[in-house]
C-alpha cells in the first residue's frame, strides 16, 4: 500500500526557514517523480514544486521559487522542501503526492508563519 | 500560465441523482501522443485530496464507475451518477500538461 507521511512542519517567523520532509513507502520510490503542493486555510489547492525521480529536474511555482528547494534521498525514500525567506502567505497545510499527475497524496503537515 | 476555471463552484444534489462539473482552460494542453493531461481530485472535510481521473477519462483504482470524466480540447465534465452520502465535499480539477500546474477554483458539492 502506498503511504506517504509528512513532517516538519510547525511555526516559521517571517524570513525564517523550515525543511518539510516525506516519507514514502509501498512503491518503488526511485522510478517516480514527485511533488509538494499546499492548500491555504480556507482556499483551494495550489501546486508548489516538482522533482523528476532521479532529481535531476526540478519545477517551481513562481511564488516560491528562489526561496524554496525540492530535493530526494532515493536511498531513503524521502523527499524534502528546504523552505527559506518564509512569508505570511506560505501559511499552508503542505502535502507530498507521488507521480506527475499526484496519483497519491499524504497527510500533510501544517506550516504556520507568523511572528 | 494556464488559467484553469471550474463551474458551478457549488452544487446542492438529491441523493441517487447526478451531478455534472465543467472545468474549462485557457489553453489546450495535448501531448505529442495525443494524451491530454487533466485530472479531478475528491476531498472530503479533513482529509487530503484523492484522485479520481486521471488523463481526462481514465479512472483510479477503486474509484466507483459513478464517476466519469470526458472532454477535450479546453472543455472538460466530470459527472457523478447516482450521487451518494460520501460524494460530499470539493472537486477540483487540475491540468499537468504545462508548468506551473494549475488548479481550478474547487466545487463544493453537498446533498439537498
Known amino acids: 500500500e502506498v503511504q506517504l507521511l509528512e513532517s516538519g512542519g510547525g511555526l516559521g517567523q517571517p524570513g525564517g526557514s523550515l525543511r518539510l520532509s516525506c516519507a514514502a513507502s509501498g512503491f518503488n520510490f526511485n522510478s517516480e517523480a514527485m511533488s509538494w503542493l499546499r492548500q491555504a486555510p480556507g482556499k483551494g489547492l495550489e501546486w508548489v514544486s516538482s522533482?523528476?525521480?532521479?532529481?535531476?529536474?526540478?519545477f517551481y511555482a513562481d511564488s516560491v521559487k528562489g526561496r524554496f528547494t525540492v530535493s530526494r534521498d532515493n536511498s531513503k525514500n524521502t523527499l524534502f522542501l528546504q523552505m527559506n525567506s518564509l512569508r505570511a502567505e506560505d501559511t499552508a497545510l503542505y502535502y507530498c503526492?507521488?507521480?506527475w499527475g499526484h496519483g497519491r497524496w499524504g497527510r500533510g503537515t501544517l506550516v504556520i508563519v507568523s511572528s | 500560465d494556464v488559467v484553469v476555471t471550474q463551474s458551478p463552484l457549488s452544487l446542492s444534489v438529491t441523493l441517487g441523482q447526478s451531478a455534472s462539473i465543467s472545468c474549462r482552460s485557457s489553453?489546450?494542453?495535448?501531448?505529442?501522443?495525443?494524451?491530454?493531461?487533466l485530472s479531478w481530485f475528491h476531498q472530503r472535510p479533513g482529509q487530503s485530496p484523492r484522485r479520481l481521473i486521471y488523463?481526462?477519462?481514465k479512472r483510479d483504482s477503486g474509484v466507483p464507475d459513478r464517476f466519469s470524466g470526458s472532454g477535450s480540447g479546453t472543455d472538460f465534465t466530470l459527472k457523478i451518477s447516482r450521487v451518494e452520502a460520501e460524494d460530499v465535499g470539493v472537486y477540483s480539477c487540475?491540468?499537468?500538461?504545462?508548468?506551473?500546474?494549475?488548479f481550478g477554483q474547487g466545487t463544493k458539492v453537498e446533498i439537498k
Open positions: 487540475m491540468q499537468y500538461g504545462h508548468w506551473p500546474r494549475t
Open positions: 489553453q489546450s494542453f495535448v501531448d505529442s501522443n495525443g494524451d491530454t493531461y
Open positions: 522533482l523528476s525521480a532521479d532529481g535531476g529536474a526540478t
Open positions: 503526492a507521488k507521480d
Open positions: 488523463e481526462v477519462s
